[in-house]
C-alpha cells in the first residue's frame, strides 16, 4: 500500500475542464507566462553553461539565470555538446 500526502493541503482539486482546456490555461502556467515574456529564446553556448556550473558547483543557478530545463542542465554538466 502506498502512502498518499493529504490533499486537502495542496489546494482546491479542479476537474481537468477547468485546469486547461483550448486557451484556458491553469494558474500556474498562466503564472509562468506572467514572469517568461513571450519572445523568441536566445541561446546560450553550452561551454558558457558547463563553466557556470563548474564555478557555481550546482545546475540551479543556470536553470533559473538561462532558462533551461534541469535535465539538459545535467546533460551539459555530464559533458553533453551540441555537434
Known amino acids: 500500500m502506498t502512502a498518499r500526502h493529504n490533499l486537502s493541503l495542496c ?3 479542479l476537474p481537468l ?3 486547461a ?4 490555461l491553469a494558474h500556474t502556467a498562466r503564472r509562468y507566462r ?3 515574456p513571450d519572445r523568441r529564446r536566445t541561446v546560450y553556448p553550452a561551454e558558457l553553461i558547463a563553466k557556470r556550473i563548474e564555478r557555481d558547483a550546482s545546475v540551479w543557478g ?3 539565470d ?6 539538459h542542465a545535467c546533460r551539459i554538466r555530464a559533458g553533453w555538446r551540441p555537434r
Open 11 to 13: 489546494g482546491p482539486r
Open 17 to 19: 475542464s477547468e485546469v
Open 21 to 24: 482546456s483550448a486557451d484556458r
Open 34 to 36: 506572467e514572469l517568461v
Open 62 to 64: 543556470v536553470v533559473v
Open 66 to 71: 538561462y532558462g533551461i530545463s534541469y535535465s
